[in-house]
């Protein structure tokens, strides 16, 4: 095996260019449990940990433009504030440990239907730039995932920051899972409203081969909301009803296609009751912990 | 390849690593520094917690070639010479300590803790120390101990 350590984002473009099949790795939670238990065994490990372009962040216009490098760790202390819901999504992964060191682009990389960025990013119309030799891609998070851990993701690119604008309203994450802590989500729902647009942005993960948005529930929610007036409880029971009906899930060890779509009903429900209370109470932001 | 790292103060080297190494390995077969335990080698049970840059991380989880040139303190930094450091300290006193696997991940974390937030809550303790199980004590010592530990600190 080769370990390559590029020093800069041009050269690791360079190294990704000269060998696509290498295996990029940033904060290794994922990729070092496949290299201990041998369920990977690549010809070249790509580091990226000393690329510093990647753990930045900026503003891009009227958007953030977030590293694909920066941990969890980060988002929730640093950019908590302006990204909630990837916040709140964060603060479920895995461990103090886990958060220290995994990152939303290895989130993206590894592209689980269970990971716990993309139903906020899928909300929060987040934008994937991606990099190779031969140019820069810009992808919406809608586009991005294709399958069970499959991306959208070309051999010789790496992923190079999401762009995604501050939270114009209440944004809210749920996730289902055994206990509070290191787990992988039965489901997961991610909420994020736009006063301004009278609309609302959805992310449902880990109930259909990918992480996906409820689209018809989204145009319902536009047709029907009335921004000035308390939540109509039929139309947050229908919202939940939708969401339910746009994911595909399956019965797996961590539960059944029927529970799956019950518990993203009532979490599609509960989110916009929360992100509705924000909304009214005129604050803005959302300070409640995933459930 | 080679790999070289500030490991407890000191500049050490390791040769004949293998490209997908874990930093765990290298401490422990490599170093001759066996306080970091390996038990699941996957991240759940954070027995092998060693600081990286000074931050806490699962040391099973760093690829030995990303720790090059970088600082790590293990467990058997903690202690300045023969002086116990107050979290350990506390560990022996509390009684958190019984077959002793989940311990040297346990004071790294827990020492972290009590850096950052010298008067923790439970709360915050508890989910502090979520990334690392314990098959022996049912935790409440363990508790104790890092309760202890912040108290005496405060009190410095
Ligand atoms: C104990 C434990 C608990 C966990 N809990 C959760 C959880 O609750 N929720 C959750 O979502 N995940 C969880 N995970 C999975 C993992 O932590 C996340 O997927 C994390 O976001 C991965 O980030 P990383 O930087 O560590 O990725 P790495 O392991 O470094 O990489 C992951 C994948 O992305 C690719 N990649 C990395 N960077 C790039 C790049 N810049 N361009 C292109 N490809 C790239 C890699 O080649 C690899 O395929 C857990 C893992 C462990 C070990
Ligand atoms: S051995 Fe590293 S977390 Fe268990
Ligand atoms: S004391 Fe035995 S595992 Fe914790």
């Known amino acids: 095996m080769e370990f390559l350590q590029p020093a800069t984002w041009e050269e690791a473009l360079d190294a990704k260019a000269e060998h696509p099949g290498a295996v990029p790795i940033q904060g290794g939670t994922d990729v070092m449990v496949e290299l201990n238990f041998d369920m990977r065994r690549p010809a070249v490990l790509l580091d990226l940990g000393r690329v510093t372009e990647l753990t930045g962040w900026d503003p891009a216009g009227d958007r953030l433009r977030v590293g694909a490098g920066v941990p969890y760790a980060t988002v929730i202390d640093a950019l908590g504030d302006r990204l909630p819901g990837l916040a709140q999504a964060a603060r479920t992964v895995g461990s103090p440990q886990i958060r220290n060191r995994g990152t939303v682009g290895g989130n993206l990389g590894a592209a689980s239907p269970a990971g716990d960025s993309h139903p906020p990013l899928l909300a929060g119309d987040a934008v994937i730039e991606v990099e190779s030799r031969r140019g820069i891609r810009m992808i919406a998070a809608t586009d991005f995932y294709r399958g069970v851990k499959r991306s959208a993701l070309e051999p010789d690119e790496l992923i190079r920051a999401f762009w995604m604008a501050p939270a114009a309203g209440p944004q809210y994450f749920s996730k289902i899972g055994t206990r509070n802590a290191m787990v992988i989500a039965v489901c997961s729902f991610a909420i994020a409203l736009y006063p301004e647009e009278r609309r609302v942005g959805t992310g449902i993960g880990s109930a259909a081969p990918t992480p996906l948005r409820a689209t018809a529930a989204e145009e319902f929610l536009a047709r029907e909301l009335d921004w000035d007036a308390p939540l109509d409880e039929a139309v947050a029971r229908e919202f939940g009803a939708l969401v339910a009906a746009a994911a595909a899930p399956i019965d797996d060890v961590r539960g059944t296609a029927g529970y799956r779509r019950h518990a993203l009903s009532v979490m599609a429900r509960r989110t916009l009751t929360w992100a509705w209370r924000d909304h009214l109470g005129g604050t803005g932001r959302s300070g409640r912990g995933a459930a | 390849m080679r790999v070289s790292f500030i490991v407890n103060g000191a500049s050490e080297t390791a040769d004949d690593v293998w490209e997908g190494e874990s930093l765990l390995y290298v401490l422990r077969e490599r170093m001759g520094l066996p306080g970091s335990k390996n038990a699941c ?81 439970d709360a915050e303790i508890r989910e502090a120390l979520a990334g690392n199980l314990c098959r022996c004590t049912g935790y409440e010592k363990i508790l104790d101990a890092v309760r202890l530990a912040a108290r005496r600190k405060a009190a410095i």
């Open chain 2, 41 to 121: 080698e996957q991240g759940e049970c954070g027995s092998c917690t060693v600081y990286l840059d000074g931050t806490p991380v699962c040391a099973c989880l760093v690829a030995a070639g990303q720790a090059e040139g970088r600082q790590v303190r293990t467990v058997e930094g903690l202690a300045e010479g023969d002086r116990l450091a107050p979290i350990q300290e506390a560990f022996v006193e509390a009684g958190a300590v019984q077959c002793g696997f989940c311990t040297p991940g346990l004071l790294v974390q827990a020492h972290d803790l009590i850096e950052r937030r010298p008067d923790p809550s």
